[in-house]
């Protein structure tokens, strides 16, 4: 399915104060049915909140956020209907097996699944009857990733998803990434890795001390730094060191 011209979320002016001051002030951007839309930042510039806000997890202070046009401030139970969240350090019941804990997911929100299915979306059918605490990094991501999928939300937000990651589980998220895009469910990501933003971002929201300074594709924002007259010295590559890393150690997961 991909992406659409239909806007699923649209913010306007939104705004979070703490202690007198606005940690996310005044911003406004919307994102596409079936879109990847990046929101990169230093340390403190607000994404997290941002992402806190329209996932109705913190009160908006004020402006507006709407997700397939239900406010998200005055529907809040309707929103997290809507929406699928993979937090930066999932935790599951332990001495829970997976397939199990799918279930129960789908339960929450009224739903019967495929519970295998959906571990083998994520390849993890081999680790079905395992439990969360047996799992790798990767493998918790992913599960996280199952989980948060299983209502068949219109978004779903990660929030810097690959931190920690070795470089295979790293490019086997992004895949992930991308499939769930395909579905035609939007994605609102935060990372600080600016090769993951450039490779998965349909646009990039460019966020410091609460306001969004930036925002185009990441094509877009690359020639409008070289129209300003940036220049660097020129070393044109074929490749990179993890280009060599996984040409030597291969693609496959090493869960």
Known sequence: MGKTDKTIVTVTDLVKTYDKKNVVDGISFDVKEGEVFGILGPNGAGKTTTLEMLEAMRPIDGGTATITGIDVAKNPDKIRALIGVQPQTPSFEEKTKLVELIEFFAATYGEK???KAFLEDVQLLEKANAYPEQLS??????????????????VFFLDEPTTGLDPQARRNLWDLIKEVRDRGVSVILTTHYMDEAELLCDRIAVMDHGKIIALDTPKNLVKDLLRRGFKKEQHVEQANLEDVFIDLTGKALRD
């Open 113 to 115: 699944v495929d519970a």
């Open 137 to 154: 990094g990767g493998q918790r991501q992913r599960f996280s990733i199952a989980a948060a999928l299983v209502h068949g939300p219109k």
